[in-house]
C-alpha cells in the first residue's frame, strides 16, 4: 500500500538516502544533511500558512510504502521558481546573418541566459528507489503533486515547469559544461553540480557571459547534448508529455536537460479530476474498474493513493475500509479522483515561445 503524503523531521534520514541514490545527482535535492532539514522545515512552514498566491514557498513530499513502513521516494513543488533570486535557464533562439551584397543568409542558432520560468511554478527534486522504478509509484510520486496542486490553485503559477536532468557521458561528465561552463568555473560538472545544490544556482548566472552563446562554436558533444534528458529520466519525460506538458525553448544552464512547460487548467489530471463522496465497502465486493489517484482534501495531513475508480450507480466513489483509513475520510466525505492512465505523449515544441 503505497501512500503519498507531505515530509517530517522523521523522514530526514530517507531524504538523505534518496539524495546520495539519484542518478544523476539532483542540484535541487543536495546529499547535505543540514540543506535537507531546512527543506522540511520550510515545507511544513509551507503547509501551515495561508497563502493567497505563489511565493518561496516550498511543498516537500514523500511516498511511503506501508507494508515495509519505509518511505522510497520523495518529490517537491517550487511555489514560484524564482521567488527569491531569478531562476535561469538558456533559451534556444536563431539569429539570421545577412548581406544584400554578399548575397549572404545565414542562420545561426544560439542560447541566451534568460529568467523567464521565474514565475512558473517548479515540479522539482524527484528521486525514487530504484526497486519502484517502472512501478505504479513512478506515477503516483510524481503525479500526486498535480492532485495537490488542482486543489488548492492559488498557492501556485497557472504555468508549470519540469527540469530534467540532461545528457552525461559514460564517466558521468556533461559534454555541455565541459564546453561552456568549464571556461568560467575550473570546476568538473559533478562538483559544480554539488556546490549550486548546497547554495543556488544564481551564483552560475553571474559569472557565466551574459551575451548569447553562438551554437557553431560548441563542441558537437555540446551541441548534441542540448535538449537531451539523461536515459533515466526517458520515462518520466514521457509521462509528463502525455500529462500534457510540451518542450519549451528553455534548456539547464548546466547541463542543458530540456524544460517543459504547461498550462495548468490544460494538463489531463486537472481536466479529468473529479470530486466524488465516499461510499467505504469491502474489498470483496467492490466491482473492478481501473487505477486512480484518489486524494483527501486536508492541507497538513494530504494523503494521495491508488486505488479502483469504482462508482456507484449514483457517482458515489467505493473505498475499501484500508483506503479509507489511509485517506483519513469517513463516508459522505468527498474526495479529489483522477485516472491514472494517460494518452500516448505527444512530443512537440511550445508554439507560443516559437
Known amino acids: 500500500m503505497l501512500v503519498v503524503r507531505p515530509a517530517t523531521p522523521a523522514d530526514l534520514p530517507h531524504l538523505e538516502r534518496l539524495a546520495g541514490s539519484a ?28 497563502i493567497d498566491f505563489p511565493g518561496d514557498e516550498h511543498y516537500t513530499f514523500v511516498i511511503e510504502d ?5 518511505v522510497v521516494g520523495t518529490a517537491t513543488i517550487r511555489a514560484q521558481a524564482g521567488a527569491s533570486e ?66 488548492y490553485p492559488e498557492r501556485f503559477s497557472t504555468i508549470l515547469a519540469v527540469a530534467f536532468p540532461g545528457y552525461l557521458d559514460g564517466e558521468g561528465e556533461s559534454p555541455f559544461w565541459n564546453s561552456v561552463g568549464r571556461h568560467f568555473f575550473v570546476r568538473s560538472f559533478q562538483e559544480i553540480n554539488h556546490l549550486a545544490g548546497v547554495r543556488s544556482k544564481s551564483f552560475i548566472a553571474e559569472v557565466m557571459p551574459q551575451f548569447p552563446l553562438y551554437l557553431p562554436l560548441l563542441t558537437p558533444q555540446a551541441r548534441a547534448a542540448i535538449g537531451r534528458e539523461h536515459p533515466d529520466h526517458e520515462r518520466a519525460l514521457e509521462e509528463m508529455l502525455a500529462e500534457g506538458f510540451v518542450r519549451s525553448r528553455h534548456v539547464d544552464i548546466f547541463d542543458a536537460g530540456p524544460v517543459v512547460k504547461g498550462e495548468r487548467d ?19 465486493v467492490l466491482p473492478d474498474a481501473e487505477p486512480a489517484m484518489i486524494a483527501n482534501q486536508k492541507l ?37 479522483a483522477a485516472p491514472l492512465g494517460l494518452p500516448d505523449a505527444e512530443d512537440a515544441i511550445d508554439e507560443g515561445e516559437l
Open 23 to 50: 542518478m544523476p545527482r539532483l542540484t535541487n535535492l543536495p546529499v547535505h544533511r543540514d540543506r535537507l532539514e531546512e527543506r522540511i522545515t520550510r515545507s511544513q512552514r509551507a503547509f501551515s500558512r495561508d
Open 66 to 70: 506501508r507494508e515495509r513502513h519505509e
Open 86 to 151: 531569478a531562476y535561469y535557464t538558456y533559451r534556444q533562439e536563431t539569429l539570421i546573418h545577412a548581406s544584400q551584397q554578399l548575397n549572404v543568409r545565414r542562420e545561426v542558432q544560439t542560447l541566451s541566459l534568460s529568467h523567464e520560468v521565474s514565475e512558473a511554478t517548479l515540479l522539482c527534486a524527484l528521486s525514487l528507489d530504484s526497486r519502484y522504478k517502472g512501478t505504479t509509484a513512478e506515477s503516483l510520486l510524481r503525479r500526486a503533486r498535480l492532485m495537490f496542486i488542482a486543489q
Open 266 to 284: 490544460r494538463l489531463e489530471t486537472f481536466q479529468r479530476a473529479a470530486w466524488h463522496p465516499v461510499r467505504v465497502r469491502p474489498d470483496a
Open 300 to 336: 497538513g495531513d494530504f494523503r494521495c493513493v491508488v486505488a479502483r475508480y469504482a462508482l456507484s450507480p449514483t457517482g458515489q466513489l467505493m473505498l475499501t475500509p484500508e483506503h479509507a483509513a489511509i485517506l483519513g475520510v469517513e463516508e459522505g466525505r468527498a474526495v479529489l
